[in-house]
């Protein structure tokens, strides 16, 4: 009996038609909102958006997606994820302690309808070394947080969703 069902299962494995990942189409870099609370010298300095938009493409394929990056977006046909970073703050610094924070907010359509939408905030402190890094480099540790937290909101999006810290 057990060789049977070894046997079974195994003949289901070497068969079994891989599930497809499901394309979705992203802007990069990430926008800036037009309302966003995000000072110059991070928009100038700091690539977040751009940072952003690989830490989503690097983290989608592990929760079964494939992240299509685009200039504009596509509006009325697949899977269309608009995000944009609504708030940054960059306060401290190496020496007397970072404080970061970014915050992004996303909409997803399939076939230019809107199905779910979400909001992701990431705080850090800079983690260890943070005395090495600059200010920068610890926020890119936040957007690549709100990537990963976004990649696995996409494998099962919930509208309305919030994520991260907040």
């Known amino acids: 009996m057990r060789h049977s069902l070894r046997a079974a299962v195994a003949a289901l494995s070497c068969c079994a038609t891989p599930v497809l990942a499901v394309e979705i189409h992203v802007q990069d870099p990430v926008p800036y909102a037009a309302s966003s609370y995000i000072a110059e010298n991070i928009k100038t300095e700091c690539r977040i958006g751009a940072q952003l938009a690989s830490a989503l493409g690097k983290d ?4 079964g997606n494939t992240i299509v990056f685009d200039t504009a977006l596509p509006t009325d ?26 915050t992004a907010r996303g909409v997803l359509f399939q076939e230019g309808k809107q199905i779910a939408s979400v909001t992701a905030r990431r705080t850090s402190r800079g983690g260890a070394f943070a005395g090495f890094k600059g200010s920068c480099d610890v926020l890119e540790r936040t957007v690549n947080a709100i990537g990963s937290d976004l990649a696995q909101w996409l494998a099962n999006p919930v509208d309305g969703a919030k994520l991260g810290d907040l």
């Open 77 to 102: 046909h697949g899977r269309v994820l608009q995000l944009e970073l609504v708030e940054a703050q960059s306060a401290g610094n190496a020496f007397s302690g970072h404080f970061k924070s970014a």
């Open 60 to 63: 989608a394929p592990r929760h």
